[in-house]
């Protein structure tokens, strides 16, 4: 083979190698709704998570859903405001304002650790909160109640 | 009739100040906001009115005002507590919004307690929340305290709030029926106060707002009202008001505009010893407001008042802003904090002025 050869392959090669590599880590993502193990929560329609993400009541069996944010992974805060929200940040955080402003009840509370994520949906009943599909189906204690968002997160 | 209303408020009082003890507790989930706001006023123009009726509140050439809003609202079950309290340079500890409620479904929430008159928008939209509007001033016919509210801006009582379902929509629902102001001897309307239920003569009102929104969890909106208040007074002049009022509202919010406008039909049945008379005027305004990037909006409001010519209601209300233009810019500072910039040209009775106002205001945390 030639070294101009050589070199051609190489590059194609390298190429091929660094697509396979981006490929990998654009695969496609879930995110899933989840609660506790304990905890019973049949599976929202996308008009009720956005309302209960907006500070509105949603009531199941006479059980008050909760939210919580998820801020673990800024992506994941990200996708779910684009994708489920379809507000920007600080859209979001005004809307949220202005609705407990006007009729009370609570903004929900934003949780920028894991552990601590956990634990509040564990100690609330009816806490619902958002996270990959991965995270969520390593966890212990946690039930996925339904994916809320899947697509590529390139 | 009148006595049982009496009896009414005073339970009223007392059952909210137990309520507000038992959702205070640690077992409530609860959330506290404090609206600091500093605003910085010049005027310019300005002229004495002694012809005019209670010109000793004239507005001043130069003014600083500094005001904390607190803002509650706790939960437990289905109960619901909310509280607003106003602190200012201006005024003391004044608890504008004092409510129990009961999530009865969830779509609709019963209260009792002290809430803001739902007639028209800004109102029930920004309550005493400087940073939650975008301009500095409110239109005149929505105008807590001091310059003058000419309309109920309180009712203490029952409120019921609700939403009705439409496909993507909704129509939404407010009743309000409790005790109006009375009208000092200082012409100014003074809402029922909780903590002290036996001061002045509150008489019941009552208001109707119906709304639509194409998109349930969005803001636009447009909407009626219609509301009636019986006011006594303790003019030497005026013995009774009895107070019809009736308009319009909307608020359309799409890609960097954004649209208020609101129109009210006031009649008022003055009850004077050397006779009754009648008053009657519309007032109307209307804001645009233009998002130039997310953190600059520049906005401008037009406000005029309509056959007000010698009113005899309105001629207690020296302070009342007939005519208004005003143009402003707000910058937002940091995701909770705003700086606005506002210059307004002012018609009041018997006088008319230019004003340039600066604030800061928060939303905090």
């Given amino acids: 083979m030639r070294p101009t050869q050589r070199l051609s392959a190489g590059a194609v090669t390298l190429l091929a190698l660094m697509f396979a590599v981006h490929t990998a880590h654009a695969a496609e993502q879930r995110i899933v709704l989840v609660s506790a193990a304990k905890t019973v929560v049949a599976p929202l329609t996308p008009p009720e998570l956005r309302r209960l993400y907006l500070g509105i009541s949603v009531v199941q069996n006479g059980q008050t859903l909760t939210p919580l944010r998820n801020g673990t992974d800024p992506l994941l805060y990200e996708i779910f405001l684009q994708k489920v929200i379809f ?50 189906e390593t966890l212990p204690g946690l039930r996925i109640i339904g994916d809320i968002w899947q697509g590529s997160t390139d | 009739m009148y006595a049982s209303f009496l009896l009414m ?7 909210s100040m137990a309520l507000l003890l038992l959702l205070a507790s640690p077992l409530a989930q609860a959330e506290l906001i404090l609206f600091p706001a500093l605003t910085a006023t010049e005027r310019a123009g300005l002229n004495p009115r002694p012809d005019v009726q209670h010109a000793g509140h ?16 706790a939960d437990k079950g289905r109960l619901r507590l909310l509280a607003e309290a106003l602190i200012s340079n201006k005024h003391p500890l004044s608890i504008e919004r004092l409510q129990a409620g009961w999530l009865a479904v969830p779509a609709t929430t019963v209260w009792l307690g002290r809430h803001h008159s739902p007639l028209g928008y800004w109102g029930t939209q920004f309550h005493h929340g400087a940073y939650m509007q975008t301009a500095i001033q409110r239109p005149a016919s929505s105008a807590f305290g001091d310059p003058g509210d000419i309309l109920p801006t309180h009712l203490s009582g029952l409120l ?30 003074a809402a029922f106060d909780l903590a002290h239920p036996n001061q002045g003569t509150h008489k019941p009102g009552a208001v109707l707002r119906l709304s639509y929104r194409p998109d349930a969890l ?10 009636y208040s019986t006011i006594a007074s303790e003019l030497a002049s005026v013995r009774e008001i009895r107070q019809t009022v009736a308009g319009a509202f909307f608020n359309r919010e799409q890609g960097r505009w954004r649209w208020i406008g609101e129109i009210y039909g006031v009649r008022n049945d003055l009850t004077q010893p050397a006779g009754n008379v009648r008053s009657s005027f ?29 009113d005899p209601y309105l001629v207690h209300f020296p302070n009342f802003a007939r005519e208004r233009y005003l143009l402003g810019v707000r910058y937002e500072l940091t995701r909770n904090q705003a700086l606005k910039l506002e210059l307004s040209d002012v018609r009041v009775a018997g006088d008319s002025y230019d004003q340039l106002a600066l604030q800061w205001s928060a939303a905090l945390p």
């Fill in chain 2, 218 to 227: 969005a803001s636009s909106e447009a909407g009626v009202f219609m509301g």
């Fill in chain 2, 58 to 73: 004239t507005p001043k050439q130069s003014e600083l005002d500094a005001a904390l809003n607190l803002f509650y609202s």
């Fill in chain 2, 9 to 15: 408020n005073r339970l009223l009082s007392t059952s």
């Fill in chain 1, 87 to 136: 507000l920007s940040a600080r859209n979001y955080e005004h809307q949220l304002l202005s609705q407990v402003f006007r009729q009370g009840g609570q903004r929900p509370p934003l949780y920028r650790n894991t552990d601590e994520l956990i634990a509040a949906l564990k100690a609330e009943s009816g806490a619902v909160t958002y996270m990959w599909a991965s995270t969520a």
């Fill in chain 2, 282 to 310: 519309v007032n109307a305004n209307l804001q645009g407001e233009y998002g130039l990037r997310p953190d600059w909006t520049l906005y401008g409001r037009a406000e005029n008042t309509f056959g007000d010519r010698n």
């Fill in chain 2, 160 to 189: 019921i709030e609700g939403e009705h379902e439409q496909g993507d929509g909704s129509i939404d629902y407010t009743l309000s029926f409790g005790a109006g102001p009375t009208q000092g001897a200082n012409g100014k309307l």
